[in-house]
C-alpha cells in the first residue's frame, strides 16, 4: 500500500524559510505525480504546489507563486517544498498526496492516498 509521510513543519517567523519533506513508500514513485495540499482550522483544504515524474511540470497556487518551490528526488523517493518570504496566511497543517497519473491535478478529491500532515505556524 502507498505511504506518504511529511516532515519538517515548525514555528517560523514572517519572513523566513522552511523545507518540507514528503516520503514515499509502497508503490514505485516515479509513476505518480504528487501534490501539497493545506488546510487551516475552518477553511477547505487547498493545493499548493504539485510536480510530475520528470520533476519539470509544476503547479503553483497563484498564492504561492514565487516564494514555494517543489522539487522531487526520485532516487530518495521524496518530494520537497520549499518554502520562503513566509506570511502569516501560510499557517497551515500540510499535506502531500499522491495519484498514479502522468498529469498533474490541484482537486484534492482526484487523491487516494494522503500522508499525515505537519504543522507550519508562522509568526510576527
Known amino acids: 500500500q502507498v505511504q506518504l509521510v511529511e516532515s519538517g513543519g515548525e514555528l517560523v517567523q514572517a519572513g523566513g524559510s522552511l523545507r518540507l519533506s514528503c516520503a514515499f513508500s509502497?508503490?514505485?514513485?516515479?509513476?505518480?505525480?504528487i501534490v501539497w495540499f493545506r488546510q487551516a482550522p475552518g477553511r477547505e483544504r487547498e493545493s499548493v504546489a504539485g510536480?510530475?515524474?520528470?520533476?519539470?511540470?509544476?503547479y503553483y497556487a497563484e498564492s504561492v507563486k514565487g516564494r514555494f518551490t517543489i522539487s522531487r528526488d526520485n532516487a530518495k523517493n521524496t518530494v520537497y517544498l520549499q518554502m520562503n518570504s513566509l506570511k502569516l496566511e501560510d499557517t497551515a497543517v500540510y499535506y502531500c498526496a499522491a495519484r498514479p497519473s502522468t498529469v498533474i491535478a490541484s482537486a484534492a478529491s482526484l487523491y487516494d492516498y494522503w500522508g499525515q500532515g505537519t504543522q507550519v505556524t508562522v509568526s510576527s
Open positions: 509502497g508503490g514505485t514513485f516515479s509513476s505518480y505525480v
Open positions: 510536480i510530475r515524474w520528470n520533476g519539470i511540470n509544476t
